[in-house]
């Protein structure tokens, strides 16, 4: 029996036959939501600097991320957009990562300067969490050269203690990054993914048409590890990463996520490599790691090679507590969809789930999966742009510029690309890197931020036009972190059930909203939800009404969240 | 077919040699296929898999070296020890590699090579335990001189011994390629062998069969000839004797009981005695009635009223007696220029005729006929027509009366069918060219 038949047969046995994959080949389902660009009507005039003036330097074409971050705690997303800068010697203009306020009333106004974080870095993405319990949400932003962590003083106002934290004097090409209680003490750790050894004098000459100079591929560099920073409690951190096991300086890191692909609690971490085998750090539970990405099926394309992976994301797509990791990749090598064939082991299944055949003409950066249309089933969205600006001119039919993908999930484990039905300003082509996810404007679906090389970002507004509702749980831990990050949410409603995990990271440079949002269709109620905490606690509060954003306190029970 | 031979023994000579060659080929290139998949699946795939495992130690000795120079140009915060789990993955896999890329390993592989390069890994694990040890232990400069002095040469070294390996197994590649070709091309040429051989045997086989063909044909039409000549032979000897036996009836022992009579009617005039007269009287009716059945017997021997009055008077004349002999009564219907048959056409169609009209006595249990007989310019057509049973099925066996009739039609170039009139019964029709006025009064070789 295979694992589909498998979960099949066991959801059937306790009545959750409507999660089960159902047939193939059943009528496309239609997209019921328009994803509206109100960037300008929101105030939103950020642009990224990438700093390029020509001499076509690797990091300017791979940056930035962004976040929705609730950081004043107003129950309202806001917005952290990433900035580069300019390289030294080609001074022409300040530039900053930008902070905006959530007006309430889908407006936001720049906060950069009040909020402290008016600081000039080449940055590249940035994680949100409370690494000090304090109940305010904390920046880690990764740069080209140091990355920064900005406290949040919870007045508004962010204080750099990159050096007091013990992560100073650290020059690296940092991408991606994600809080995560490795050890499961309730403190954040901080797994930071670093690319490549690059600095401006250490840049080489690469060319696509022989003549010109054109940003070079990885392979022109040496890899550099990814960092492990152990939260010691008072604010500073231990850098563990070669006694954890997850030293490696071939790697080539631009993606991380949570995942606990042997159900044990202990969380592992999933790592994007570009030009390099894919890394799955299972943790032993005892401050290290194996490395086990081979054996698990997950290092690899289906044929074997390593391809350029960018942005990941994780998700239980089938309701089976196993999770599910989609990877982007460069063009013509196809995102990957590893789905678990066996505990712990998983498949590319990219091209029969209907992903790998849109995905091979573009170039995938952010990624993420969110129930777009809150019928029940996670969709996948992809953000697409070609790092050359010159491929145009290198491979006909290929673009700069690309149009995203949104993978709507058909319900039977297949999912059709619905993009240019979601509107015009979506499926317009984008250079675009990061991706979060976040109910910005409160209307109970998952809106969108994305941000472009060297271009503006985009907030695409959720126009649902069904009338399916959703439910939204915000955990606090008090044993575990604060931001319950790595606690599973698993909601019961009629004879179906899914679960989510509270993570950072994932995507690419990006955060998305660590509140866990289900699509629940037209149902006003769920039976039940129970909360694993990491801390090993379990709750479980029954009979919620839905529409609502909760607030689990652990311990110390659920509340609707104020406005909700 | 005396003189000739059956054709079948050659044929089934030459079967036998075509099933012979084809089954010969056909183990001759499944023993070749055979052994070329033995020499794919046991030689060339474990190359195959044998030159993956050589490569993936071969990757596993890049990345070590490039571990290595990472070690040594460390200019981050972490000590060389912080490599070691990198080491132990890429320690982990290469063992692996090695565990089986020996059970992979070719017999030309030499033993020496396999156990140098298992022995150097080994030897090089312990160099870096030790490299690790002495960093460790705060030797830092001593563990980094280990590895540029003793490290990278171990993997360079490595790096050489894979790469002859995987040198030579291309070699075995190429030499077992060759050997694939070789049989690809033994194969090849079989099938061509095989193809001509069985073309030539097609063509030789269907040679002989059209010869043959020919022959049997030839012989059929010569018997059919010959047949036709007997025939015609028989019919004409037939009624040559007949005239014959007809004409001394009528003329030789007619005439004596002509004279006979003739006396006996002078006799009776001159004897005095009436019983004497009496008894004579019934000697000459006695004479007279013999001299009838003799005449009528030379009639139907041979009906010379043919010759001396025509067909159709000698078809009436015969019809006129028909009733009171079979029982039959026979209408007749003629028209044309009867003067234009020959006599010894005459006689066959009469004879026809007469076969015919004693079927109708024998099967049509019928009382009446009708004879149709028309000559024109062009042809003879004689119709027989009754309205009996018909003609029996075609399985039942005819009687040797419509062979005959065949027979005799086909003898003088007419053509004899047998169809059934409207309200049934059976029609019997001759149909006979006649010949041009100038032309031969006879068919060939016709004579009565």
Sequence with gaps: ?564 | MAGSSSPTPPLLAGLVVTLLAVIASAYYMTSQITALRTLQADVADRHRRHSLQLLRIQNNLNAIGLGMRDMLDNDGPYPLSAWSSQFARLRADLDDALHVEATLTAADIEPDQRTYLVQSVGQFWDALDRTFALDASGQTAQARDQIQVSLQARQASLSTAVARLLARNNEADAETAVRVRGIYDDVQRQVYLLIGATLATVLVTGLFVIRSNRRVFARLAALSDERRELARQVIAARESTMREVSRELHDDLGQSLTAMGSMLARVVLRLPEAADRDDLREVQVIAQATLDKVRGLSQSLHPSVIEDAGLDVAIESYLSGIERQIGVAVSFERSGAFSRVDPAVAIHVYRILQEALNNVARHARQSQARVRLAVTDASLVLEIEDHGPGLPSTNERHGLGLVGMRERATLIGGALTFTVPAGGGTCVRLTLPMPDAGAAASPAGVTA
């Design chain 1, 1 to 564: 029996m295979n694992r589909r038949a498998f979960v099949h047969t066991a959801l059937h046995a306790v009545g959750l036959t409507a999660l089960a994959p159902g047939p193939l080949g059943a009528a496309a389902r239609p997209l019921t939501l328009q994803l509206a660009d109100v960037t300008a009507a929101a105030g939103i005039t950020f642009r990224h600097n990438s700093g390029a003036y020509g001499d076509k330097l690797l990091p300017e074409t791979m940056g930035a991320g962004c976040a929705f971050v609730d950081y004043d705690r107003d129950g309202w997303l806001d917005v952290l957009l990433v900035n580069g800068m300019d390289w030294p010697g080609h001074t022409r203009a300040r530039s900053t990562p930008r902070l905006y306020h959530n007006n309430r009333d889908g407006t936001f106004t720049d906060v950069t300067r009040q909020a402290g974080l008016d600081i000039e870095m080449y940055g590249m993405g940035v994680t949100v969490g409370d690494f000090d319990n304090d109940g305010w949400p904390d920046l880690f932003i990764t740069a080209v050269g140091q990355s920064r962590l900005f406290r949040n003083t919870g007045k508004g106002t962010f204080v750099d203690v990159t050096t007091t934290s013990g992560l100073g004097g650290r020059q690296a090409f940092s991408t991606s990054a994600m809080w995560v209680d490795v050890d499961r003490d309730g403190r954040l750790d901080l797994f930071v993914c670093n690319y490549v050894k690059w600095a401006v004098e250490r840049d080489v000459f690469c060319s696509a048409d022989g003549r010109q100079k054109s940003y070079c591929t990885p392979e022109a560099f040496r890899g550099d590890t990814c960092w492990l920073f152990r939260n010691n409690g008072n604010g500073t951190f231990t850098d563990i990463t070669a006694t954890s096991g997850i030293f490696d300086s071939s790697a080539k890191s631009l993606g991380v996520t949570l995942v606990d692909v042997d159900g044990n609690g202990w969380p592992d971490l999933f790592v994007a490599n570009d030009t390099q085998p894919n890394k799955l750090y299972r943790n032993q539970g005892n401050g290290t790691f194996k490395e086990g990405g081979v054996a698990a099926g997950v290092a690899f394309s289906a044929d074997g090679r390593a391809r350029a992976g960018m942005g990941v994301a994780s998700i239980d797509l089938d309701g089976s507590g196993q999770p599910t990791l989609a990877v982007t990749n460069f063009d013509n090598e196809m995102a990957g969809l590893y789905r678990p064939v066996s505990p712990g082991v998983f498949r590319d299944t990219a091209v029969a789930a209907g992903i790998g055949g849109p995905s091979r003409a573009t170039l995938g950066f952010g990624c993420a999966f969110a129930d777009l249309d809150l019928d029940g089933a996670a969709d996948l969205v992809v953000v697409n742009g070609h790092i050359d600006d010159t491929v145009r001119n290198l491979r006909p039919g290929a673009t700069y510029a690309q149009a995203p993908h949104l993978f709507l999930n058909q319900g039977d484990g297949a999912f059709r690309d619905a993009a240019a039905e979601a509107g015009a300003a979506f499926a317009r082509p984008m250079v675009a890197r990061g991706l979060a996810v976040g109910d910005f404007d409160r209307d109970g679906d998952l809106d969108l931020l994305v941000t472009t090389n060297n271009g503006p970002c985009r907030l695409f507004r959720n126009d649902l036009a069904n009338r399916h509702r959703s439910i939204r749980f915000r955990l606090v831990g008090t044993r575990s972190n604060r931001d319950g990050i790595g606690a599973v949410v698993r909601i019961f409603h009629g004879s179906t059930s899914q679960s989510r995990t509270v993570h950072s990271g994932g995507s690419y440079l990006s955060h998305s909203d660590l509140a866990v949002t289900f699509g629940v269709g037209l149902r006003d109620r769920i039976d039940r939800v129970v909360i694993a905490w990491p801390s090993s606690q379990f709750e479980e509060f029954p009979n919620l009404a839905t529409g609502k954003t909760y607030v689990c306190t652990e311990t110390r029970g659920i509340v609707v969240a104020d406005g909700r």
